[in-house]
């Protein structure tokens, strides 16, 4: 039997601090921030994460329909753009980056209101519909059930950076704040 896990891993970069969203950069793709992650993994080994040119608008269009999604299930964001986390842990994302920061909220500690769920990522949810589980959106109180049904991913910790665009992406389960930290 699967064990839930009974809090979310927030991961980020250490330099920017937690809780930052790529989303919400006032220059979109052509931001000297996003620039520079755009190229940073061919001038830092332990920097693993890939963006492609147009990711900023795609992710802005999957968090709009993210977000419609959760208010039709009964959700009340209090943010245009989530910020990200996992169920439980994911080594995975973890070791994306070689100076990550971690972050670990209890369950318990976020308001239903604000968080949402995806199986998995929520840019693999929303863009494809081959799975029962695709294009939903679940609630806090699903949790168990959505375990429960579909199990959590077992292979996030097998599947190398480099090569995980061959596999169905699904390492872990997103958890999606639609909140400020401490606020919710």
Not at 42 to 70: H, K, M, P, S, T
Not at 118 to 145: G, H, M
Not at 169 to 184: K, M, S
Request: hydrophobic fraction near 35%.
């Amino acid at each position: 039997m699967t064990r839930l896990p009974d809090f979310a891993s927030h991961y980020y970069l250490r330099e920017t601090g937690p809780f930052r969203s790529l989303s919400e950069l006032p220059g979109g793709s052509e931001d000297p921030v996003f620039l520079d992650l755009l190229t940073r993994h061919q001038r830092e080994a332990g920097y693993q994460r890939r963006y492609g040119r147009n990711y900023i608008g795609v992710r802005r269009e999957v968090e709009a329909r993210l977000r419609e999604l959760f208010i039709a299930r009964g959700g009340k964001p209090r943010r245009d753009h989530p910020f990200y986390m996992v169920l439980g842990e994911s080594p995975w994302f973890r070791d994306l980056n070689a100076n990550q920061g971690e972050l670990r909220i209890p369950l318990s500690e976020l308001d239903p209101e604000v968080t949402s769920l995806t199986y998995p990522d929520s840019f693999i949810a929303l863009t494809r519909d081959d799975k029962p589980y695709y294009n939903q959106v679940f609630l806090l109180s699903e949790v168990s059930k959505l375990v429960t049904r579909f199990g959590i991913p077992a292979n996030d910790h097998v599947i190398p950076y480099e090569r995980y665009w061959e596999t169905d992406f699904e390492l872990y389960i997103e958890v999606q704040l639609w909140d400020t930290p401490g606020d919710c």
